[in-house]
């Protein structure tokens, strides 16, 4: 029997796959981190920084705001991206109320924010109250705004 030769491509194949297969393995996370279960569904993702703590919040602030009320999400400091990003969140995460958004594409939008009678606030309590504070943990605080 004669040996096979090995052709110059198959080579460069064989190379291409084990560099593949070295930097998928080296992209794993530990051991014990594999094993783990995820706290939210954005914990092994790279928006995990952002999306992480306003999951937690709104989670643990829904109770807070009765269905079929009207609500913002805001961010302190204020930030319009990352407050049109927690639109969306908080659609998601506060079913059966209506959110009404602090920003959008990257403008604050003040018309909406006034409509709302619940804020939810993301990070620490703002500089001037909007209101009496309902409750306070996980990252945030929700106020009822005080009406004339």
């Known amino acids: 029997m004669s040996r096979a030769r090995r052709s110059p491509e198959s ?3 064989l190379l291409g796959a084990g560099a593949l297969a070295a930097w998928s393995f080296a ?11 995820a706290i ?3 914990d ?4 995990r ?3 992480g703590p306003a999951f937690h919040f709104l989670s643990s602030a829904a109770p807070a705001v009765p269905a079929g009320a009207a609500a913002v999400a805001v961010t302190e400091p204020r930030d319009a991206a990352r407050e049109s990003a927690l639109h969306g969140a908080a ?3 506060l079913p059966g109320r209506r959110v009404l958004p602090g920003a959008q594409w990257n403008a604050f939008t003040p018309d909406y924010e006034a409509q709302a009678e619940y804020v939810l606030v993301l990070g620490p309590p703002p500089a001037v109250s909007p209101g009496t504070r309902l409750f306070e943990g ?8 005080r009406r004339p």
């Open 11 to 13: 080579v460069v194949l």
């Open 27 to 37: 992209r794993l996370p530990e051991p014990r981190e594999m094993f783990r279960p």
């Open 40 to 42: 939210t569904p954005f």
């Open 44 to 47: 092994r993702t790279d928006s």
């Open 49 to 51: 920084t952002t999306a």
């Open 91 to 93: 659609v998601a995460l």
């Open 138 to 145: 996980a990252g945030g605080s929700v106020w009822k705004r």
